[in-house]
């Protein structure tokens, strides 16, 4: 694998923010990976995992190891089963096999993120969550050992995968769907509400909080007054109060400073506790 030195990590991330790595390399295969893997190994150095890089912030200060982005591809459908490599992009599955009238990973269409970004955060939108269609996860542990696990072998829960304690790379995940006409319809329609709602022309990570049990973080935000608050270049977006938005040079500090701002705030007027969905590296 071809590895760089110094790749600044805000060319990785939605957010387009993010200092530099010390080292960088994107992998377009299993072997690619488990070399890249044994780098980390042999230099004694710590690794991350980056996808799409849409539910990322990035110290300014960057990574002191190596970030390795996956980009192991390819998407099969036979039957009403689907394979897709974890680099795979999460969005266009849901839209091919919405229009192979396949139902399950409509509420996909849409979220930047992968295939393997996915599974670890367990996307999810409205009642829908990665994890329903799920059938199995290839994974390549840190000392390059390949697993095959069952969905039943795993925890999911909002936003959380057993593999937020695991080490090691997802390399593809096959889901099992459910021959539907309206699968399409459904879809387009998931995408039309999405592209209302939320702020897709500025950089972001998506809803940066986690919403708190039987409530919308969004709603919180916005009934304590803070959409459109700033600090330095971030933004409380003012289409979604659980976006925050690079409005300008954003740095990771400015976005912390904001989200610690926020969480005060909502502390105060609501007594609800906001928690962090956007991964903090
Ligand atoms: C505009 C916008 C809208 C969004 N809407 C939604 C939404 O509706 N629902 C929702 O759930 N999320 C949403 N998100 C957040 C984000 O798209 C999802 O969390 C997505 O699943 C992240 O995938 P990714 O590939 O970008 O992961 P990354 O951001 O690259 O990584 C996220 C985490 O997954 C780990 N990871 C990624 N790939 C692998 C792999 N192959 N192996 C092991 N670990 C891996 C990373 O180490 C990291 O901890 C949105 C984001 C944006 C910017």
Known sequence: VNIREAVPLKD?????????????????SKEEAVEALAF?????????????????????SGF?????????????????????????????????????ALSGLEFASGIPGSVGGAVYMNAGAGSFETKDSLVSVEFIDSAGKTHLYSKEELVFRYRYSSFHEMKGLITSATFALTPD???????????????????????????????????SAGRLIEQCGLKGLRIGG???STL??????????????????????????????????LHMEVRRV
């Open 64 to 100: 002191p190891g190596l970030v390795i982005c996956n980009g192991i591809g390819g998407m099969k459908i036979e039957g009403d089963r689907v394979w897709a490599g974890a680099g795979y992009s999460f969005s266009l599955l849901g839209v091919q096999t919405a229009r192979s």
């Open 181 to 215: 006409p309206q699968a399409r319809l459904k879809q387009l329609q998931l995408v039309n509400y999405r592209t209302k709602t939320q702020p897709y022309s500025d950089p972001s990570a998506g809803c940066i909080f986690c919403n708190p049990p039987g409530e």
């Open 234 to 236: 971030a933004e409380v």
């Open 40 to 60: 980390a190994r042999e230099k004694e150095i710590p690794f991350y995992i980056v996808g799409k890089g849409s539910n990322l912030l990035f110290d300014d």
């Open 240 to 273: 979604h109060g659980n976006f925050i938005v690079n409005r300008e040079g954003a740095t990771a500090s400015d976005v912390l400073d904001l989200v610690e701002e926020i969480k005060r705030v909502v502390k105060e007027k609501t007594g609800h506790e």
């Open 12 to 28: 990785h991330t939605t957010f387009k923010i993010g200092g530099p790595a010390r080292f960088f390399t994107a992998v377009t």
